[in-house]
Nanobody
Framework: QVQLVESGGGTVQEGGSLKLSCAAS????????MGWFRQAPGKEREFVAA????????TYADSVKGRFTISRDNAKNTVYLQLNSLKPEDTAVYYC??????????????????WGQGTQVTVSS
């Protein structure tokens, strides 16, 4: 069992930045694909970014390419999401998730086995 705890959310003005963290328990964290998803009010949860266990392969949603960066530190059992040039439409609860079965990061939510409780990001205009 893996527990994921997100932090780093908050309220920022349009154009600002935040860095989200997701701390994971468990000795096998370094072998998991990790992903970030988000859910805006009244909308379905959507994929944001994911990376392989080495960090060498990443994938991003088109809406965040060039603005968000996913990274990980396996020694600290932590995955990060750097959010730059934030827009009001980035307002959402952000969740991290772990995929224990695959080596290539995927966008489908049902591939992920473990989920955090989420952290709120609010971007004001």
């Amino acid at each position: 069992q893996v527990q994921l705890v997100e932090s780093g959310g908050g309220t920022v003005q349009e154009g600002g930045s935040l860095k989200l963290s997701c701390a994971a328990s468990g000795r096998t964290f370094g072998r998991y694909v990790m992903g970030w998803f988000r859910q805006a009010p009244g909308k379905e949860r959507e994929f944001v970014a994911a990376l392989s266990w080495t960090g060498g392969t990443t994938t991003y949603a088109d809406s965040v390419k060039g603005r968000f960066t996913i990274s990980r530190d396996n020694a600290k059992n932590t995955v990060y999401l750097q959010l730059n040039s934030l827009k009001p439409e980035d307002t959402a609860v952000y969740y991290c998730a772990a995929d224990r079965s695959r080596t290539i990061p995927r966008v489908r939510q049902d591939f992920y086995d473990y989920w955090g409780q989420g952290t709120q990001v609010t971007v004001s205009s």
